[in-house]
């Protein structure tokens, strides 16, 4: 079983960096998606990514040798890879009924059910203030979307819909990230998010609408370019930091994403108010963030002493 370095000072930064790539993304994929199905955005990114991480790997001679890949391997990839896959097009799907803060809102079920994986299935530790803070940070994620909570009772239409698509976007995504710790030993974590990243082009292609990208604006273009970087830049952060940060402790940082969110949605009204509608937050609202950022901080640092 793979053991993470422990190199905290390594594995922190790069959840951070994942937290800040996951919680603007939803505001970009929210405008995109007005031009763009699901499919076809997620084709896009995921084309991208594989592309640009496979020549890295191939400059660098260290693209998988898939005769070293036991048939166990193969058939964790392809649980990894309808995982992410459906977690991709769920969400993008989900963005229709919702909105960057509600879909960032929910989705943290998938650390939370990242956590519970960690601990369950690779007996990671968790101390006492570790599970303060995890409860302080669903406080905060309740107290944040209280206006909005009678709406999501109805799970036929509209925001009801939208969260059901996210809550089964968050449970294909904990898939994933728990065969991804499982896979790393025997694969570096860029040698499996490219295998990843070439398997879901190819199972998304017969789904795709590559055409529809010639009725994009200019601002839609380059925001699906970003789109493109930040899954590389994303992922590619997050596969790193399970390299050296247990799942429990990375799965707490990225709980931050919300917190980008909130504070790239006025930013983005601001610069395109004709694509995008900013979201009046109240006080309420706002003390709810701020208790999501103090429990996100507790579960990630409430070390053993011999962690320090």
């Given at each position: 079983m793979h053991r993470a370095t422990g190199r905290w000072r390594v594995g922190l930064p790069l959840a951070l960096l994942t937290a800040f790539c996951w919680g603007v993304l939803p505001i970009a994929l929210t405008i995109v998606h007005q031009r763009m199905d699901s499919y076809t955005i997620t084709w896009y990114r995921v084309a991208v990514a594989s592309g640009v991480l496979g020549a890295i790997l191939a400059v660098r001679g260290k693209l998988p040798r898939f005769r070293q890949i036991t048939l166990r391997s193969w058939r964790?990839?392809?649980?990894?890879?309808?995982?992410?896959?459906?977690?991709?097009?769920?969400?993008?799907?989900?963005?229709?009924?919702?909105?960057?803060?509600?879909?960032?809102?929910?989705?943290?079920?998938?650390?939370?059910?990242?956590?519970?994986?960690?601990?369950?299935?690779?007996?990671?530790?968790?101390?006492?203030?570790?599970?303060?803070?995890?409860?302080v940070l669903i406080g905060g994620l309740l107290l944040f979307f209280n206006r909005r909570l009678p709406e999501l009772v109805h799970v036929g239409a509209g925001i009801g819909l939208g969260v059901a698509m996210l809550?089964?976007?968050?449970?294909?995504?904990?898939?994933?990230?728990?065969?991804?710790?499982?896979?790393?030993?025997?694969?570096?974590?860029?040698?499996?998010?490219?295998?990843?990243?070439?398997?879901?082009?190819?199972?998304?292609?017969?789904?795709?609408?590559?055409?529809?990208?010639?009725?994009?604006?200019?601002?839609?273009?380059?925001?699906?370019?970003?789109?493109?970087?930040?899954?590389l830049v994303g992922y590619g952060a997050f596969a790193e930091a399970l390299e050296h940060w247990d799942v429990s402790r990375v799965s707490a940082v990225i709980a931050l994403a919300p917190i980008f969110?909130?504070?790239?949605?006025?930013?983005?009204?601001?610069?395109?108010?004709?694509?995008?509608?900013?979201?009046?937050?109240?006080?309420?609202?706002?003390?709810?963030?701020?208790?999501?950022?103090?429990?996100?901080?507790?579960s990630a640092f409430g070390l053993r002493p011999r962690d320090a």
């Amino acid at each position: 079983m793979h053991r993470a370095t422990g190199r905290w000072r390594v594995g922190l930064p790069l959840a951070l960096l994942t937290a800040f790539c996951w919680g603007v993304l939803p505001i970009a994929l929210t405008i995109v998606h007005q031009r763009m199905d699901s499919y076809t955005i997620t084709w896009y990114r995921v084309a991208v990514a594989s592309g640009v991480l496979g020549a890295i790997l191939a400059v660098r001679g260290k693209l998988p040798r898939f005769r070293q890949i036991t048939l166990r391997s193969w058939r964790l990839v392809a649980v990894a890879l309808v995982g992410l896959a459906g977690n991709w097009v769920l969400y993008v799907a989900a963005l229709a009924h919702t909105t960057p803060s509600i879909s960032q809102t929910v989705v943290q079920l998938s650390p939370l059910f990242l956590l519970l994986g960690g601990l369950t299935i690779y007996k990671e530790p968790f101390t006492r203030w570790q599970w303060v803070g995890l409860g302080v940070l669903i406080g905060g994620l309740l107290l944040f979307f209280n206006r909005r909570l009678p709406e999501l009772v109805h799970v036929g239409a509209g925001i009801g819909l939208g969260v059901a698509m996210l809550l089964a976007s968050s449970l294909l995504w904990t898939a994933y990230a728990l065969v991804q710790k499982g896979l790393l030993k025997r694969l570096s974590s860029p040698q499996i998010l490219w295998l990843l990243y070439v398997g879901s082009v190819l199972l998304l292609l017969p789904l795709a609408r590559l055409g529809d990208l010639r009725g994009l604006d200019n601002v839609r273009v380059w925001l699906l370019v970003f789109c493109c970087a930040n899954t590389l830049v994303g992922y590619g952060a997050f596969a790193e930091a399970l390299e050296h940060w247990d799942v429990s402790r990375v799965s707490a940082v990225i709980a931050l994403a919300p917190i980008f969110t909130v504070l790239g949605m006025p930013v983005a009204a601001h610069l395109a108010p004709a694509l995008l509608e900013p979201e009046h937050l109240t006080l309420t609202s706002l003390a709810g963030a701020l208790l999501v950022v103090v429990g996100s901080m507790l579960s990630a640092f409430g070390l053993r002493p011999r962690d320090a």
